[in-house]
């Protein structure tokens, strides 16, 4: 039986509304799912006795900018008994209003969501977990979006005058 | 004492509150008998700078909660803005322990998102150096866990033999570490010819070596003592955590990508994937020390069925022309041309590829836009993931065998931060 088509099947018994579209490239099948089901599909995909994806790989953010919607989170699900992959694909619109924590069904979702969290902003709902781990914690904005910019570092010589008066601090008269 | 918050405003904290407060949001179960200890960032035993926060009772570890970033380099973000080609060289400075693994991932993905495949000899040279990098990955871990846990004269001896390694990467990539060999569509150039006796000979010297490696410590009473029974993690656990690579097969669940979904002609080879049973440091320590055996024996396997022919596809929208024909053809020149200042441009498209690295599972993820640069470049780095069950594995336990749980998972700082 392909495992592939099976998860479609059982996904689409379950909650006939919850997958938008299923991508097929390169011998690799995405599944993109409603945002609001992803906790349901999840559990539905692990506890299931024939599917079993019981190893949550990856977490991993997406920026589409310019396109609407603008963000994607690409959840890498493994099953170890039936050695098969699945990627699922989450749509989000609002980075503030994120898909809904997946932690309750593999518990390292916490920590790879952090990590989505301080480099891409996109807040998922109920993780307690979010914080700053790679950036300084007063760091403002994140990273790994397309509309931050790379920033280089600032010219520190100038031969103008003003330039360099500019940045010397002058005690105050 | 200070600390800046935000870009213009300044709280006042007290040092206990800074301690509590800075990086990790732990709760203190019992902030009145219990003390804060910060463990690292600059410490020895933390294989790098990460830094610990510790609420210990007595020497007892009540609860811990692991601060990274301090190596943060944005790895991702630089991949993002340069050329495909620009960005293999980063990959190899996440895990630099073992950069073959990374440049694989990072190759394959790439290949995957064109839909071609390398050729036959490139597929074996780069099982063969792959091997190599996870044998010389486990030599420092092995050398590293044991000065760890005070058995100092075993570094020496791993890093002799490291060094033999580097060599043969030296060989045939010019670097000792940071080799970028791999490349799209095949290799940097074909390996030499001293390079199949050289590896020949480690295959024969290496055996007996493993040998004394075992007899510093298999039975030494010190070395049991610190590891057996301490850091148990179930498989169960392991899974439910993430964890991957032998910190994983420790426990007992046997996940080894090579076997189940093999890349690079894995599948050709015969080998075995050690599993231990109990989960401990012990276990973890085990199932590495086995793994040289196994890589041997794919190396072996790699050299005798070595086949000839070109070690690049002969696709010019990949791999350069090969300079005597640039003298000859204008069409060659011009595909030279276009692919050092335009670069490789995949068709639009996402792919991850997963290779075991020394550590676990290396994932990369590539978007593709059409462009030279690749839209979104994501690694998913073994070591990272291995830390987060930490916490799990050190309640209840003292804080030297914190060091030793640290050891048996075989962290590196460059690809947990990248």
């Given at each position: 039986?392909?495992?592939?088509?099976?998860?479609?099947?059982k996904?689409?018994?379950?909650?006939?509304?919850a997958?938008?579209?299923?991508?097929?490239?390169?011998?690799?099948?995405?599944?993109?799912i409603?945002?609001?089901q992803?906790?349901k599909?999840?559990?539905?995909?692990?506890d299931?006795?024939?599917?079993?994806?019981?190893?949550?790989?990856?977490?991993?953010?997406d920026?589409?900018?310019?396109?609407?919607p603008?963000?994607?989170v690409?959840?890498?699900?493994y099953s170890?008994?039936n050695?098969?992959?699945?990627?699922?694909?989450?749509?989000?619109?609002?980075?503030?209003?994120?898909?809904?924590t997946?932690?309750p069904?593999?518990?390292?979702?916490?920590?790879?969501?952090?990590?989505?969290?301080?480099?891409?902003?996109?807040?998922?709902?109920d993780?307690?977990?979010?914080?700053?781990?790679?950036?300084p914690?007063?760091?403002?904005?994140?990273?790994l979006?397309?509309?931050?910019?790379?920033?280089?570092?600032e010219?520190q010589?100038s031969?103008s005058?003003?330039?360099?008066?500019?940045?010397?601090?002058?005690?105050?008269? | 004492m200070?600390?800046?918050?935000?870009s213009?405003t300044?709280?006042?904290?007290?040092?206990?509150?800074?301690?509590?407060?800075v990086?990790?949001?732990?709760e203190?179960?019992?902030?009145?008998?219990?003390?804060?200890?910060?463990?690292?960032?600059?410490h020895p035993?933390?294989?790098?700078v990460?830094?610990l926060l510790?609420e210990?009772?007595?020497?007892?570890?009540?609860?811990?909660a692991?601060?990274?970033?301090?190596?943060?380099t944005?790895?991702?973000?630089?991949?993002?803005?340069?050329?495909?080609l620009q960005?293999?060289?980063?990959?190899?400075r996440?895990?630099?322990?073992?950069?073959?693994?990374?440049?694989?991932?990072?190759?394959l993905a790439?290949?995957?998102?064109?839909?071609?495949?390398?050729?036959?000899?490139?597929?074996?040279?780069?099982?063969?150096?792959?091997?190599?990098?996870?044998?010389?990955?486990?030599?420092?871990?092995?050398?590293t866990?044991?000065?760890d846990?005070?058995?100092m004269?075993?570094?020496?001896?791993?890093?002799?033999e490291?060094?033999?390694?580097?060599?043969?990467f030296?060989?045939?990539?010019?670097?000792?570490?940071?080799g970028?060999?791999?490349?799209?569509?095949?290799?940097?150039?074909?390996?030499?010819?001293d390079?199949?006796?050289?590896?020949?000979?480690?295959?024969?010297?290496?055996?007996?070596?493993?040998?004394d490696?075992?007899?510093?410590?298999?039975?030494?009473?010190?070395?049991?003592?610190?590891?057996?029974?301490?850091?148990?993690?179930?498989?169960?656990?392991a899974v439910?955590?993430?964890m991957?690579?032998?910190?994983?097969?420790?426990?007992?669940?046997?996940l080894?990508?090579?076997?189940?979904?093999?890349y690079?002609?894995?599948?050709q080879?015969d080998?075995?994937?050690?599993?231990?049973?109990?989960?401990d440091?012990?276990s973890?320590?085990?199932?590495?020390?086995?793994?040289?055996?196994q890589?041997?024996?794919?190396?072996?396997?790699a050299?005798?069925?070595?086949?000839?022919?070109?070690?690049?596809?002969?696709?010019r929208?990949?791999v350069?022309?090969?300079?005597?024909e640039?003298?000859?053809?204008?069409?060659?020149?011009?595909?030279?041309?276009?692919?050092?200042t335009?670069?490789?441009?995949?068709?639009?498209?996402?792919v991850?590829?997963?290779?075991?690295?020394?550590?676990?599972l290396?994932?990369c993820?590539?978007?593709s836009d059409?462009?030279?640069?690749?839209?979104?470049?994501?690694?998913?780095?073994?070591?990272?993931v291995?830390?987060a069950?930490?916490?799990?594995?050190?309640?209840?336990?003292?804080?030297?065998?914190?060091?030793?749980?640290?050891g048996?998972?075989?962290?590196?700082?460059?690809?947990?931060?990248?």
């Open positions: 039986m392909n495992l592939d088509q099976l998860a479609v099947d996904i689409r018994a379950a909650f006939p509304e997958i938008e579209e299923v991508i097929d490239h390169r011998g690799e099948r995405t599944l993109v409603q945002s609001p992803i906790v599909v999840c559990e539905l995909l692990k299931d006795s024939e599917l079993r994806y019981d190893f949550l790989m990856d977490v991993v953010a920026d589409m900018l310019p396109d609407s603008r963000f994607a690409n959840y890498h699900l170890i008994p050695s098969h992959q699945l990627r699922l694909r989450v749509q989000v619109e609002d980075p503030e209003k994120g898909p809904a997946v932690a069904v593999w518990s390292i979702a916490t920590w790879l969501e952090a990590e989505v969290w301080d480099l891409m902003g996109i807040r998922f709902k993780n307690k977990g979010l914080r700053r781990l790679f950036m914690e007063d760091w403002q904005g994140h990273p979006r397309k509309d931050y910019p790379l920033g280089y570092e010219v010589f031969f005058l003003d330039e360099i008066g500019k940045k010397k601090p002058f005690a105050e008269e | 200070t600390i800046a918050a935000g213009d300044i709280q006042e904290l007290t040092v206990e509150e800074l301690r509590a407060k990086g990790t949001g732990m203190i179960s019992d902030p009145e008998e219990n003390m804060l200890l910060s463990m690292g960032p600059q035993s933390t294989h790098g990460l830094r510790l210990l009772d007595g020497e007892t570890i009540v609860n811990m692991p601060d990274i970033g301090f190596l943060h944005g790895i991702e973000k630089t991949v993002e803005s340069k050329k495909y960005g293999l060289v980063l990959t190899d996440m895990d630099y322990l073992s950069p073959m693994s990374n440049n694989l991932g990072y190759i790439i290949e995957k998102l064109f839909g071609v495949e390398a050729t036959p000899r490139a597929q074996v040279i780069r099982v063969i150096l792959s091997e190599l990098a996870r044998v010389a990955s486990h030599l420092v871990w092995l050398g866990h044991a000065i846990l005070a058995a004269s075993v570094f020496l001896y791993c890093f002799r490291r060094e033999y390694i580097l060599d043969l030296e060989m045939v990539s010019g670097q000792r570490m940071m970028s060999y791999f490349r799209p569509g095949g290799l940097w150039r074909d390996i030499p010819e390079f199949e006796p050289a590896v020949r000979q480690f295959l024969d010297f290496f055996p007996t070596r493993i040998a490696y075992e007899a510093l410590l298999k039975r030494n009473p010190i070395w049991l003592k610190r590891t057996k029974g301490v850091g148990v993690i179930s498989g169960e656990d439910d955590w993430g991957t690579g032998p910190s994983l097969r420790g426990s007992g669940v046997g080894d990508m090579r076997k189940t979904q093999p690079s002609g894995y599948e080879y080998f075995d994937v050690p599993v231990g049973t109990d989960g440091v012990y973890r320590y085990r199932c590495r020390i086995e793994e040289f055996t890589s041997l024996r794919i190396i072996e396997q050299l005798d069925k070595l086949p000839g022919g070109p070690v690049n596809i002969d696709d929208k990949i350069p022309p090969p300079r005597a640039l003298g000859q053809s204008m069409e060659a020149v011009i595909h030279h041309f276009k692919l050092w335009e670069g490789l441009k995949p068709p639009v498209g996402f991850s590829q997963v290779v075991e690295s020394p550590r676990g290396f994932i993820y590539l978007r059409g462009t030279a640069m690749p839209a979104r470049a994501h690694f998913r780095t073994p070591s990272y291995n830390l069950s930490l916490p799990q594995m050190s309640k209840g336990l003292f804080v030297a065998d914190a060091v030793a749980i640290i048996s998972i075989d962290i590196v700082l460059g690809e947990i931060d990248r």
